[in-house]
């Protein structure tokens, strides 16, 4: 009795997408071509957020924002090389908790970010 009452907290933390459904806010944030909506992003310091990506262009997009993903924790979703890359259409979602600060994010493909794919998130 007493093992099971042990283990079932356990579970729980260990699973992030179970945080995620219990309460962060939702940031959605869309890609076009070429931009991002909102701009800047702002997000609450120390507060779990799911950001929500949506990609509404007919065109591969991504999220580069290295040093931001670097301070935030990331509690659930897929960030490689410190971006989320989506395919036309696509959307994807990262739960993290972001740190108080100003933080750089554009497009890595190439001339996106000439093109007007950047923006600043401001956590504070
Ligand atoms: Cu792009």
Redesign the pocket.
């Known amino acids: 009795m007493r093992s099971v009452l042990l283990i079932a907290p356990l579970l729980l933390c260990a699973d992030p997408a179970a945080a995620q459904v219990v309460g962060a806010p939702v940031q959605s944030i869309a890609l076009y071509s070429?931009g991002f909506n909102p701009t800047p992003i702002v997000l609450n310091a120390g507060k779990a957020v799911t950001l929500s990506f949506v990609n509404r262009a007919g065109k591969s997009?991504?999220f580069t924002a290295e040093k931001f993903f670097r301070a935030s924790k990331i509690l659930s979703g897929k960030v490689g090389e410190g971006e989320v890359d989506l395919a036309p259409g696509q959307t994807a979602s990262v739960t993290l908790i972001p740190a108080a600060g100003r933080y750089k994010a554009h497009?890595g493909?190439p001339f996106?970010k000439m093109l007007g794919?950047h923006t600043d998130i401001i956590v504070r």
């Open positions: 070429y997009h991504d497009c493909h996106h794919m």
